[in-house]
């Protein structure tokens, strides 16, 4: 019959049978330098919109699973935007990169987003990243920021 083989290789590992016998089974193991390419990173959780005010910031926060191999070395992640009106800012206290998220672990990322006081009220979808910043692998999504216009105080 065939032989059935069976690959690890993140772990460097291939099994396969060498012959069925009547009373037992024999298997033969390979070991070989496990190959460690490097996944894009799964966003388990965040938020998917955020309403503010103009001229005060939205909040985006997110947990993410580095699906990298075993036999990776921890990597770090760094948060992009890549579709910011303009005048919109990153605000320099938010927490963009993270630094030595082992491999099967999860890391945590967070930013507030400056909202110019010049904004339109409208509803903007943010495109944003989680990258590996060694590899360059990752995942996108969308987040949805509601603007409306600031309130105004016509008496205490």
């Not at 033969?28 to 965040?46: E, F, G, Q, R």
């Not at 919109?49 to 939205?58: C, N, W």
Request: charged share 15%.
């Amino acid at each position: 019959g065939e032989e059935e083989q069976y690959t690890l290789p993140s772990y460097g590992l291939t099994i396969g049978s060498v012959g069925p016998a009547t009373t037992s089974t024999s298997f033969h193991v390979d070991l070989h330098t496990p190959v460690c390419n490097s996944i894009k990173p799964h966003i388990y959780w965040a938020q998917n919109s955020s309403t503010v005010a103009v001229g005060d910031k939205a909040y985006l926060s997110l947990s993410f699973f580095n699906l990298d191999p075993v036999c990776a070395t921890p990597s770090s992640y760094i948060l992009e935007f890549t579709n910011l009106p303009d005048g919109w800012k990153i605000d320099p206290e938010s927490q963009m990169i993270t630094n030595n998220v082992s491999p099967r672990a999860f890391g945590y990322i967070w930013a507030y987003i400056a909202i110019p006081t010049t904004a339109v009220p409208d509803t903007y979808a943010l495109s944003y990243r989680i990258r590996n910043m060694t590899s360059g692998v990752f995942a996108e999504k969308f987040f949805k920021v509601g603007v409306f216009p600031k309130p105004k105080i016509v008496s205490i």
